[in-house]
């Protein structure tokens, strides 16, 4: 069915249809509306969902950390300070391995005080062993977070489905939903590791443990990450199979001869391919990577991918505060070092606070990125 | 000692599969006071055994029995609980 919403909308039809267990949690700008529309369809009884309204964001990630704990499909939904607050919960979450699914409505992080979209909470959280996904389209963004229940459960690992604020999350797209049942088979029925309620099968969660076992579970942690990647793609494979999209870990735009590229996360994206075409239409062969999922990392694809150019500029939609680029320049830095031809890496940070990326904009990067130089280390975008 | 696992032997998540496995790591050693219980003065209303946040209480056919001190960590809440009047535990220094 074609439908015209809104990111927040669309986020939550999604979530009315994988229809989970149990939704525990707190509203924040600009995802406030996703917690909201949820909870009408609870009070509407268009779900069977459990939903629990808490006091804060660390008490819903807790309470979701209990509920998926107890074999129970569980979702919230969160943003910046909310998502900050929720920190300490996220890493636990993580390391019992618990598939938790999370779409965000990426905001930037106060002070000072700031409700616009950027990635600076999603970022933030990289470490906590949690599925990043960056969307570019509301529509991606509904597509996604079904996904991400199936991956969440098949790699038993908790996951982000990132909208950008009020970029998408408030705008209106016309986007092509699924029926309630296909989706529904899609995910189907969610099969828990192990159930702390279950007396007959009596478990231990959540141990102490000391120097000699940390590491090697966190090791066993990093491993699960490792080996999510081949599993996201297994399963945007069965998604194309079953409704005709298919979305990939990373998507080429127009680099097949390329020489520069520029490569960014969500919905910059979409502007940036109109940037594209029009410097192809001037015969300037330059590309566009966008990178779907943050984490796992997809090192080797990248590492493939990106070798074969000259330049390659990437850009951050959130800074790091002196690591000399934001998190994605430095780890794409990475992955490309020890490349057997090593591109020209170009460094920008752009849009923090919600700050317009404009057409002009785009452009500017790729004539850089053409000319394979730029005077600063790192560029930042339209600040005055 | 057991040999210690490679992390490819443990189970996802750090579950314990096996809850009697704390068993061996005798936590009682964190403990800086210690209940000392009174057989005279307990009258067996089981507080101490429902309120114990480990099992440190030793309960025998519904009876009180004593108190298990290779877990106990002398958190005070048995001795808390245990009635006004009857005061069978009470907490002493754990070095006297």
Redesign the interface.
């Known amino acids: 069915m074609i439908l015209a919403k809104t990111g927040n909308e669309a986020l939550a039809y999604a979530m009315k249809q994988i229809n989970p267990d149990v939704v525990a949690a707190y509203p924040i700008t600009p995802s406030t509306e996703i917690v909201q529309i949820f909870a009408q369809y609870v009070s509407d009884g268009k779900v069977d969902s459990e939903f629990v309204a808490v006091e804060s964001e660390h008490s819903a990630m807790a309470a979701c950390i209990g509920s998926a704990a107890s074999g129970c499909r569980t979702m919230t939904a969160t943003a910046s300070q909310g998502l900050m607050l929720m920190h300490e919960m996220l890493f636990i979450a993580g390391g019992l391995r618990l598939p938790i699914v999370m779409p965000i409505a990426s905001r930037s992080v106060s002070s000072p005080l700031n409700i616009h979209g950027d990635h600076s909470d999603s970022l933030a959280s990289r470490d906590s062993g949690w599925l990043q996904f960056f969307c570019e389209t509301v529509q991606e963004g509904y597509d996604t977070l079904i996904q991400c229940v199936k991956i969440a459960e098949r790699t038993s690992l908790p996951a982000i489905c990132a909208v950008d604020g009020f970029i998408l999350s408030h705008c209106m797209e016309r986007i092509e939903t699924f029926e309630d049942k296909p989706v529904r088979e899609f995910i189907g029925k969610y099969k828990p590791n192990w159930n702390l309620l279950d007396i007959k099968k009596p478990i231990l969660v959540g141990p102490a443990t000391m120097q000699d076992y940390f590491f090697e579970f966190k090791r066993s942690q990093i491993e699960g990450m490792n080996k999510a990647l081949p599993i996201i793609e297994e399963v945007q494979a069965e998604f194309k199979q079953k409704f005709g999209r298919g979305y990939g870990v990373i998507e080429e735009y127009r680099c097949e001869d390329a020489e520069a590229v520029v490569l960014l996360m969500g919905s910059a994206c979409g502007t940036m391919r109109e940037a594209v075409d029009e410097m192809r239409n001037q015969g300037k062969k330059v590309g566009m990577v966008k990178l779907r999922v943050f984490r796992p990392l997809p090192h080797q694809v990248l590492a493939e991918s990106l070798a074969k150019f000259k330049t390659v500029a990437v850009m951050d939609r959130a800074d790091t505060v002196n690591a000399w680029g934001g998190a994605l320049f430095t780890e794409i830095s990475s992955v490309l070092y020890d490349s057997p031809t090593r591109p020209k890496m170009l460094s920008y940070v752009y849009g923090l606070g919600g700050k317009e990326f404009s057409l002009a904009d785009a452009a500017a990067v790729l004539e850089q990125a053409h000319a394979g130089k730029k005077e600063d280390l790192v560029t930042y975008i339209g600040v005055r | 000692m057991a040999k210690?696992?490679?992390?490819?032997e443990?189970p996802?998540?750090?579950?314990?599969?096996d809850?009697t496995?704390?068993l061996e790591n005798k936590t009682g050693a964190w403990r800086s006071q210690r209940p000392c219980w009174n057989a005279e003065k307990c009258i067996h209303c089981l507080n101490c055994w429902i309120f114990c946040p480990d099992a440190a209480v030793i309960v025998k056919d519904g009876k009180v029995v004593g108190i298990n001190y290779d877990y106990c960590k002398g958190c005070g809440i048995c001795a808390e609980v245990c009635p006004t009047k009857v005061q069978a535990i009470t907490m002493e220094e754990e070095r006297k």
């Open positions: 210690l696992k490679s992390w490819k443990l996802c998540g750090a579950i314990i599969d809850p496995a704390v």
